[in-house]
C-alpha cells in the first residue's frame, strides 16, 4: 500500500527544527540556537562524535539559512528542496509568493516541454467485433474489426502535430482514412488548430479556442468536405462550473445541424456526466456514472436514450499494474445484448464486444447477466484476489531490497542523532521523574500495519520490525520544562531529529507510551497529526 499523497509534502525542514509551518522568524532563531548547542562541533573531543556533531549541525545550519529567508521559504513551502535546487535565481522582483510560483512554473514547463520533445507520444485502439449468434450459424465469429493510431509530437515550444489513420472492416465491406493536425500556440490564452484528412472523411478544417475567462473556454471550428462541398460550423462554450464539474454548450450548423448541453462532474470516489442533443434529424440523450471503490476497482451505470439508441450499460473495471487497466461491461438495447471486454494499457486500447443476442429476451438478459457476473466474483474471490496480493506482496519485498541500503543509512544517522541527545534527554527524563511529570516509557514509529503488533514487538518477524524505529530517546528530549510535549499538525515526523524513514512508501503512525502524575498513558497518531501530551483522553 503506497503512503498517502494528500498531506503536506514540503515540510522535513520543519520537522528537523521542532517547529510549526507558521512558526514566526523569531521562533525559527530560537529553536536554531537550541538545536546548535546540542549539535555544534566544539563541544565534543572524542572524533566520532565530533562527525556525528558535524554531520547533523550542517543539517540544522541549512535549515535554518532556508527558512530564515522570506523568499528562500516561500519557494521551499512551495516546491520542496526541488525549488531550492532548481536554478531559480533569487532577486527583488521576485518577493511575492504569487511570483515565485510562476517563475517556478515557467521552469518547470520548460522541462516538461524539453522531455516531451524528446519523445512521440502514440496512442491507438484495436476493435474486435465478435458475434455468437453468427458464429452459431456458420459464419465464423468475426463480425468486423477497426483499428485506429496517433502519434502526436510537440516539435517546438508553441507548436504540435498530430498524424493517425484508421482501417475498419464489416462483413464484406470496408474503408480507412487518413488524417494529420497541426496545433500552433499563438499566446497563453488562445491556440489555432489546422487540419486535414483523407479517405472516407475527406475534409479541410480550422479550429481556434480561446480562454475567454479563468472559469470559460470558447471553441470555434469550420470544416468543408471534398466529397461533396458542404461546409459544417461549430461552436463549443465551456464554463467551470464548480471545483469539480463544469459544462458545455455546442453548436453545430451543416447538413447535419444540432445543438448539444452537456454536464460532467469529477469527485475523488464518484464522477458523473449527462448529455442531451437535438437535431434536425435526431435527437438523444446520454448518462453515466462511475463509483471508485478504491485507488484500484470501480464500478460504472450508463444509459443512452434517442431516436436511434436505446440501451443501458453496466460493468467496471480494475486496475492490474501501474499502466494497465481492465474492464467488464454489460449492455442491453434495440442492437442486442452484449458483453464488452476492454484492456487499457499506457495510450493504447484494447476493445472486444461480443453480441450474444439480437433479441431482448427478459430471461436470456438476466441470465447473460447474473451467470457471468457471479463467474467473475468467485474467480476474484478465489483466483485473481490472491494471485495479486501475492504480487503486490513480492513487489512489497522487492521495493524493500532496493531501499534496504537506503533505510540502513537513515537507521544510522539516526541512532547517531540520537547519542548526542541521550544526556540532556536523561537528564530531562530524571527531573520529570522526580516532579512526577511527563516521561515517556515507549515510543515506535513506523509502518502502520507493523504497530498493529507492537505488543508482541520482540516476537514479530524481522521483516515486520525492521519498519520499526525506537524514538523513546528523541521524544523525551523535545519534552518541555513545563511538562509537554507538542509535535505539530501537517509535518512528517520522519524528519525530526533521531527519526527516520524505516519504510519508505508506507503509511506510518507513532505510538507512544507515557506517564504522567503516577498514571499511565497510551496515543497512536498518523503521520502528519498533531500530537500534543499529556491529555486525560489517553488515560488507560
Known amino acids: 500500500m503506497k503512503e498517502e499523497e494528500s498531506g503536506p509534502q514540503n515540510r522535513e525542514l520543519y520537522a528537523l527544527l521542532h517547529i510549526s509551518p507558521e512558526a514566526s522568524d523569531e521562533e525559527i532563531r530560537k529553536s536554531y540556537r537550541q538545536w546548535a548547542q546540542i ?85 491507438g485502439s484495436i476493435m474486435a467485433n465478435l458475434s455468437l449468434p453468427q458464429f452459431l450459424e ?10 485506429a493510431s496517433e502519434v502526436q509530437s510537440q516539435i517546438s515550444k508553441n507548436n504540435a502535430v498530430a498524424i ?22 499563438m499566446s497563453s490564452v488562445s491556440s489555432i488548430e489546422f487540419m486535414g484528412s483523407m479517405g472516407l472523411r475527406a475534409l479541410l478544417g480550422v479550429q481556434t479556442t480561446r480562454h475567454i475567462s479563468v472559469h470559460s473556454t470558447a471553441t470555434m471550428g469550420l470544416a468543408m468536405s471534398l466529397r461533396d462541398g458542404s461546409v459544417n460550423l461549430s461552436n463549443t462554450w465551456s464554463r467551470q462550473l464548480s471545483d469539480t464539474a463544469h459544462g458545455n ?14 454536464w460532467q462532474r469529477k469527485e475523488q470516489k464518484r464522477s458523473a456526466s449527462g448529455e442531451i442533443k437535438l437535431g434536425t434529424g435526431s435527437f438523444g440523450a446520454t448518462a453515466n456514472y462511475t463509483h471508485r471503490f478504491s485507488t484500484k476497482s470501480h464500478g460504472r451505470i450508463a444509459a443512452r436514450f434517442g431516436s436511434t439508441a ?45 453480441l450474444l443476442s439480437r433479441h431482448l429476451n427478459p430471461i436470456f438478459a438476466t441470465g447473460a447477466f447474473v451467470v457471468p457476473t457471479s463467474l467473475y466474483f468467485v474467480l476474484k474471490r478465489f483466483v485473481v484476489k490472491p494471485f495479486y496480493l ?21 537507521r544510522t544517522a539516526a541512532k547517531k542523532a540520537q547519542q548526542l541527545l541521550q544526556n540532556v534527554a536523561n ?31 520482540e516476537e514479530v518477524k524481522d521483516e515486520v520490525a525492521s519498519q520499526i524505529i525506537d524514538v523513546t530517546l528523541p521524544l523525551n528530549f523535545l519534552v518541555s520544562d513545563s511538562g509537554q510535549l507538542k509535535l505539530h499538525e501537517g509535518v512528517k515526523k520522519s524528519g525530526i531529529m533521531g527519526f527516520c524513514d524505516p519504510c ?23 503521520d502528519l497529526h498533531e500530537l500534543l501530551i499529556p491529555q486525560e483522553s489517553h488515560r488507560i
Open 39 to 123: 549539535y555544534h562541533p566544539d563541544k565534543y573531543q572524542a572524533l566520532e562524535m565530533k562527525e556525528i556533531a558535524t554531520e547533523n549541525f550542517q543539517r540544522i545550519c541549512e535549515a535554518y539559512e532556508i527558512l530564515s529567508d522570506e523568499t528562500k521559504r516561500q519557494i521551499y513551502d512551495i516546491y520542496g528542496m526541488e525549488g531550492i535546487n532548481s536554478g531559480l535565481e533569487l532577486g527583488t522582483k521576485l518577493s511575492k509568493a504569487e511570483e515565485i510560483k510562476e517563475e517556478l512554473e515557467r521552469l518547470r514547463r520548460q522541462k516538461e516541454l524539453q522531455k516531451v520533445a524528446a519523445h512521440l507520444r502514440p496512442s
Open 138 to 147: 456458420g459464419d465464423g465469429i468475426m463480425k468486423g474489426m477497426a483499428m
Open 164 to 185: 493517425g489513420g484508421n482501417l475498419a472492416v464489416n462483413g464484406n465491406a470496408g474503408g480507412g482514412a487518413a488524417s494529420v493536425v497541426f496545433r500552433h500556440q
Open 249 to 262: 454548450i455546442h453548436l453545430s450548423l451543416g447538413p447535419e445541424s444540432s445543438i448539444a448541453v452537456g
Open 310 to 354: 436505446l440501451e443501458l450499460e453496466l460493468g467496471g473495471g480494475r486496475k492490474v499494474s501501474e499502466f494497465s487497466t481492465i474492464r467488464m461491461l454489460y449492455s442491453v438495447g434495440i442492437q442486442g445484448i452484449f458483453w464488452k471486454f476492454e484492456l487499457h494499457r499506457g495510450g493504447q486500447k484494447l476493445i472486444v464486444p461480443v
Open 390 to 410: 501475492k504480487r503486490e506482496k513480492q513487489k512489497a519485498s522487492e521495493n524493500m531490497d532496493k531501499t534496504l541500503g537506503q533505510v540502513q543509512e537513515a
Open 427 to 457: 537528564r530531562k527524563r530524571s527531573r520529570q521523574l522526580e516532579t512526577g511529570g511527563l516521561v515517556v516509557t515507549k515510543a515506535l514509529y513506523g509502518s502502520r500495519k507493523a504497530l498493529k503488533n507492537r505488543n508482541q514487538i
Open 504 to 526: 519508505p512508501g508506507e503509511p506510518k503512525q507513532l505510538y507512544v507510551e507515557y506517564t504522567f502524575d503516577g498514571n499511565n498513558f497510551e496515543v497512536i497518531v498518523d
